[in-house]
């Protein structure tokens, strides 16, 4: 192999790594410098910190997180599973089904804890 075929994938890096940090450099450089206390305070998760770092979340804000990794990661499946659907035949087909069936079990789950239920 030469360097030659190479060059797409270094220009491929090069082009990311400069989309990445222009637009943060070019902020930096050009941005308004116009410090205030509102913009000086703390603020994390659309709301002030007023505890301690170590303070208890409530359990549903886990279980409404692990149930959109849950759809999320069933979403991801699906697209490549129905595009090759014809090769798969009927085993990726009921295999799809059981996998479904666990994801509508643990949504169900969640559905019967409260977790979907916000006060």
């Given at each position: 192999?030469?360097?030659?075929?190479?060059?797409p994938?270094?220009?491929?890096?090069?082009?990311?790594?400069a989309v990445g940090?222009?637009?943060?450099?070019?902020g930096?450089l050009?941005?308004?410098?116009?410090?205030?206390a509102a913009?000086?305070?703390?603020?994390?998760?659309?709301?002030?910190?007023?505890?301690?770092?170590?303070?208890?979340?409530?359990?549903?804000?886990?279980?409404?997180?692990?149930?959109?990794?849950?759809?999320?990661?069933?979403?991801?499946f699906?697209?490549?599973?129905a595009?090759?659907?014809?090769e798969i035949?009927?085993?990726?087909?009921?295999a799809?089904?059981?996998?479904l069936?666990i994801?509508?079990?643990?949504?169900v789950?969640?559905?019967?804890k409260?977790a979907?239920?916000?006060?």
């Amino acid at each position: 192999m030469n360097l030659e075929s190479y060059l797409p994938v270094i220009l491929f890096i090069l082009v990311g790594v400069a989309v990445g940090v222009a637009p943060q450099l070019l902020g930096f450089l050009l941005g308004p410098r116009r410090p205030d206390a509102a913009k000086n305070a703390p603020y994390e998760c659309g709301f002030e910190a007023f505890e301690d770092a170590r303070m208890q979340f409530d359990v549903r804000y886990y279980l409404v997180a692990i149930l959109f990794i849950l759809f999320d990661l069933e979403i991801a499946f699906l697209f490549p599973w129905a595009v090759a659907l014809e090769e798969i035949g009927t085993t990726g087909f009921w295999a799809m089904m059981i996998f479904l069936g666990i994801l509508v079990v643990g949504f169900v789950y969640e559905w019967k804890k409260g977790a979907l239920d916000w006060e």
